[in-house]
Each structure stands twice: as C-alpha cells, then as structure tokens.
C-alpha cells in the first residue's frame, strides 16, 4: 500500500493487484483494514478507526482507490460515485489493436452471479444496466497496446467486459477471452487517475497512482507521465 493523498476526511492509496479492498468471503485482509491500522498507528488512535468504502477495484486491478475516514465524506462521496462526478481514468494493455483509435463505448450489461461475470448487450436486454465509456489508444509495442479508458458509468467488470465486446480484452483477464493469464495473476488494468472536488472542503483533488513495477507496464511509462 501506498499513500497519494492524506488530509482530515480521506485517504487515497494505491493498491496492488490481488488486494482485495473489503473484506469478502475468503477471509483475506483487505486493503480498509490495512489502511485502518496504518491510521492506529500512525496517530496513536485507541480504539477501532473508521475507514468507509465508496468505491472498490476488481481484485485483479491495480491503481488509486479512494477511502473516507469521517462518516460525513463517506455520505458525500457515495453519492459523488453515484451519481458520477469523480473523473475516473484507466490505463488497459490489450494484445489486440482497437479498430478506431479513440470512440464511446455504450452497451446493456447483465450481471451474472454465479459466474461472477458480466455479458454485454447492443440494446436494452431483461434486467441489463447501460454502461458508458470512452477510450483512447495513446500508444503502441510491437505486441501490445495501451488504452485509456475515461469511465461514465460504474458497472460490474464493465471496463473489462465492454473493451473484450470490443474485441480487445485486457492481457490476462481469462475471464473476457485473454489467452493466458499473467504471472502474478493480475489483469493489466490499472486505476490511474482521479480527479474530483474534496467532499468537505471542495478543493480540487487531483491524483495520479503510479504504474505497477513490471516490465511491461514500465515500458509505457514515458507515455503515462504525459496523461
């Protein structure tokens, strides 16, 4: 875990692929507890220390995950996530180059709990929730690419499922038709960059997580410096 950002009201931090950022049926720590004992120690706190979820990251995700440590930003940015004012920037790498260089990316997806995955429709199907993106091809290696992807609406898997709907599904998500999985069991999907009002004091929050340390993500950095 790394500390962006850090005042009164919330704390910004970057996680890893493979953290899960609350707890969930496997029992492993997630990233609100590790971050809750951070604040207890860093502040010499007694007691429990408040750290409320507005929003969470696929486990297989890298990037910015924001956390609130006062009841009243939890209230305010739930509904900044709702309601979509928190600009949210992805980075994707895919094998497969996108027919157009930049577009809006607009489907129906249906959520499936069994499979813990989500199918994407053209048109409005029975129980589909719409799910909006753009995306824009900022660069290019001999066998990969490097999409941004400016999130609009908050579905399930909806980065992964609407980019493999386009036909470049993200390298090592097995889930939406990557070949083969990556090493570490990450998918190359990483939370980039936020940028939002403060819920308390509204300044401008601006902030950027750095990319994951593997070569391949490396390579593109010069390119990430410049988003």
């Not at 997630?30 to 507005?54: E, I, M, R």
């Not at 249906?110 to 753009?134: F, I, M, T, W």
Request: hydrophobic share 35%; proline share 5%; glycine share 6%.
């Amino acid at each position: 875990m790394r500390v962006l950002y850090e005042d009164n009201h919330i704390i910004i931090v970057s996680k890893r692929a493979g953290e899960i950022v609350q707890g969930d049926k496997t029992g492993d720590v997630p990233l609100s507890d590790t971050v809750a004992a951070y604040l207890k120690d860093k502040y010499s706190k007694p007691g429990n220390v408040f750290v409320g979820v507005p929003h969470r990251l696929d486990r297989p995700v890298s990037g910015v995950v924001v956390l609130a440590k006062t009841s009243k930003a939890l209230s305010r940015l739930n509904e900044m996530f709702r309601v979509g004012s928190v600009d949210k920037r992805y980075l994707a790498i895919v094998k497969n180059k996108p027919k157009e260089p930049e577009g809006k990316l607009e489907n129906w997806l249906v959520r499936n709990e069994k499979q813990n995955r989500s199918y994407a429709y053209d048109k409005e199907v029975p129980g589909s929730k719409k799910a909006v993106l753009n995306y824009k091809l900022v660069a290019s290696s001999t066998n990969y690419h490097l999409i941004e992807v400016e999130l609009l609406t908050g579905r399930h898997h909806q980065i992964r499922c609407q980019l493999a709907r386009m036909g470049c599904p993200i390298k090592g998500d097995l889930k939406y038709g990557a070949e083969r999985s990556n090493p570490d069991g990450s998918i190359s999907l990483h939370a980039f960059h936020v940028t939002f009002e403060h819920p308390v004091s509204h300044e401008m929050i601006d902030v950027k997580a750095p990319l994951p340390e593997d070569s391949l993500w490396q390579s593109f950095r010069d390119v990430a410096d410049k988003l």
